[in-house]
């Protein structure tokens, strides 16, 4: 086995552990807003789901990985299908976490005012979407 290979290896191991610890802490975070009863069915599907979706796009990674050919390119800089795909998902990332945050700190006051029932779907809803 070439070191190039067991470094990717390797990589690919961290990263997941480290997206595991995500999905736990991001789903606690969101089926806390769930009543009592419904918090660990909640956190077992979102948990599911984090893992089956994983898996397909574990997957998906090759075909991904393929999509090395320029499509355009602006200034010096060439983008590729592969560059667009980890721009949008960054993107996505500060999208949701910058929402999160906001509705950690700056939205209280707005729901002790107007009292929200929650449901099952609620939570893992907003995790997908």
Request: glycine share 6%; net charge positive; hydrophobic share 45%.
């Amino acid at each position: 086995m070439s070191t190039e290979i067991l470094i990717s290896l390797v990589t690919l191991i961290f990263l997941e552990i480290i997206l595991g610890i995500d999905n736990i802490i991001f789903i606690s975070l969101l089926s806390d807003k769930l009543p009592a009863d419904t918090r660990k069915k909640a956190r077992l599907i979102g948990l599911s789901l984090a893992l089956v979706l994983r898996l397909i796009l574990l997957a998906g990674i090759s075909w991904i990985l393929k999509l090395d050919q320029t499509l355009f390119t602006i200034s010096e800089y060439s983008f590729s299908g592969k560059n667009l795909i980890l721009i949008a998902g960054g993107l996505f990332l500060l999208y949701k976490s910058s929402k999160e945050i906001f509705e950690k700190t700056e939205e209280k006051h707005l729901q002790e005012n107007t009292k929200q029932k929650f449901h099952l779907t609620a939570p893992l809803g907003k995790y997908y979407c």
